[in-house]
């Protein structure tokens, strides 16, 4: 069509351009097409380039969070069996609650990493448990972190669940914590390790009406064929919480974990997995779908439109997708002071105008690793990587394009116009000499020599015609 239209211009009498012109246009036209498509190619190429990078990366991420969990998960349940098979095989005597007390502290300072307690369980209800506190157990206070604790059961249950500092030595010192009414029998773990009868996870749970979830590695016990409890070994999902908040791969990516029905299990931005409902009073989990964090619940979404079901997840899988949405300015609050209801936004002119939505349409990199474990595990690892990490790369290949594009038309046109002045100006010589030649009949004129073949041959013809004609002129007169 574009052809047509020029070719159409161009043999219309009407029309009137210099050669010079449109050797120049065209030229530039062809150079400065040429450069654009290899230009969109090459960007085109870099941006594959960024994509198959953040695959690479967010793969090995993944691998390196399985790997993790890995040898972190595993620790809580070679402790229980360990146990299971010293008092199955009656090398500890599970009477005597003192004797459990010393072996379980010993160990607590064995295995690496610690887990966050081991407990056993008796189906009267008595207990004796050994943990390690964090400072982000049910034992608060800077007096007791890093320190070992002691929990057991004083009265009968329900009665005290008594907490107390351990010395060097493994010797409860002072009492720290007491928890009335307590019954381990109703506590979740030990009624699934009871139902299911073998060892197995339990199923996630507050730790003691807390937002902090527990995992706990659970099996019974038997001796001579009789049931004797439950032995447990739990860790604080917020121990992954903190490994996923270190992993140094994206200024802006983040990592999160959820099982198969969605629910957070654990997160580089440490939002905690339960919340409570509607009336305050329970505490329920919380759904990847409903999290405060934009980038968790962008990408919680997308695999949910992807794979309506997320047991259809059997292999690792990386997509890339941009999804619409809006983004509003507002003044920002102190990270120190919590947004609580709209009262704490500041408005004034500036931000009554920037409160407008903006519609943007970020991209997002994501690799979803499945997990398994022999115990009953089955969740998804998701690696993200927002495309804005990658942006001043984008940028510099954006800037080298549009640079190497300008750089290319001003060559270009330079070199149509050097081009153009070497073709035209023999032929313009020629010219003058034909208007010279037709006012008075003279041939002593200096047509300048030329490399290009055409105008040799047209030189060469007006010259034997000028011949001719002064020929028959002489001969006329």
Not at 2 to 30: A, D, H, S
Not at 166 to 191: A, C, F, I, K, T
Not at 271 to 299: C, H, M, W, Y
Request: charged share 20%; with cysteine; glycine share 6%.
């Amino acid at each position: 069509m574009f052809l047509n239209n020029l070719k159409q211009k161009l043999t219309n009498p009407k029309v009137n351009i210099r050669l010079r012109t449109l050797l120049i246009v065209l030229f530039v036209v062809q150079v400065t097409g040429v450069v654009s498509l290899v230009s969109y190619l090459y960007y085109r190429s870099q941006r594959q380039t960024i994509e198959q990078t953040a695959h690479k990366l967010t793969e090995e991420v993944g691998n390196e969070v399985s790997t993790h969990l890995d040898n972190y998960l595993k620790i809580p349940h070679q402790m229980i069996a360990l146990n299971k098979a010293a008092i199955e095989t009656g090398k500890l005597d599970f009477t005597n609650l003192s004797q459990l007390q010393q072996k379980f502290w010993q160990q607590m300072q064995i295995f690496d990493p610690t887990p966050t307690a081991i407990t056993f369980s008796t189906p009267e209800g008595e207990f004796i448990a050994i943990g390690y506190n964090r400072g982000t157990g049910i034992i608060q206070g800077e007096y007791s972190q890093g320190k070992y604790i002691l929990g057991k059961l004083e009265g009968t249950p329900p009665g005290n669940r008594n907490y107390y500092l351990l010395d060097e030595s493994g010797r409860p010192q002072n009492l720290v914590q007491s928890l009335p009414n307590w019954d381990v029998r109703e506590r979740p773990w030990y009624q699934e390790a009871v139902k299911l009868n073998k060892q197995t996870w339990a199923t996630i749970y507050p730790l003691a009406g807390l937002p902090l979830a527990s995992l706990a590695a659970v099996t019974p016990v038997y001796s001579r064929g009789e049931f004797q409890g439950v032995l447990c070994s739990d860790i604080l999902l917020s121990d992954i919480n903190l490994f996923l908040a270190e992993l140094d791969f994206s200024p802006e990516g983040q990592a999160f974990i959820i099982d198969r029905l969605g629910n957070i299990v654990a997160t580089s931005t440490r939002e905690q997995p339960f919340v409570k409902n509607i009336d305050g009073e329970v505490l329920i989990r919380l759904e990847a779908t409903e999290s405060q964090d934009l980038i968790t619940r962008t990408v919680a979404q997308k695999l949910e439109q992807k794979w309506n079901n997320l047991d259809s997840i059997k292999d690792p899988e990386f997509l890339a997708f941009q999804t619409r949405q809006y983004r509003r300015k507002i003044d920002p609050l102190p990270r120190s002071k919590p947004l609580h209801n709209l009262q704490d936004i500041k408005l004034n002119k500036s931000s009554l105008f920037s409160i407008r939505p903006r519609l943007f349409s970020p991209k997002y990199f994501v690799q979803v690793v499945p997990y398994r474990d022999e115990y009953g595990l089955d969740w998804l690892i998701a690696v993200v990587i927002p495309e804005t990490d990658y942006m001043g790369q984008i940028n510099a290949i954006i800037s080298r394009t549009i640079a190497g594009a300008v750089l290319a038309l001003i060559g270009s046109t330079f070199i149509g116009i050097f081009v153009t002045r070497l073709m035209t100006k023999p032929i313009l010589n020629l010219r003058d000499a034909m208007a010279k030649f037709s006012r008075s009949l003279e041939l002593d004129i200096n047509i300048q020599p030329t490399p290009i073949l055409e105008v040799q041959q047209l030189k060469t013809s007006f010259l034997e015609m000028a011949n001719q004609l002064n020929l028959s002129f002489s001969e006329t007169q």
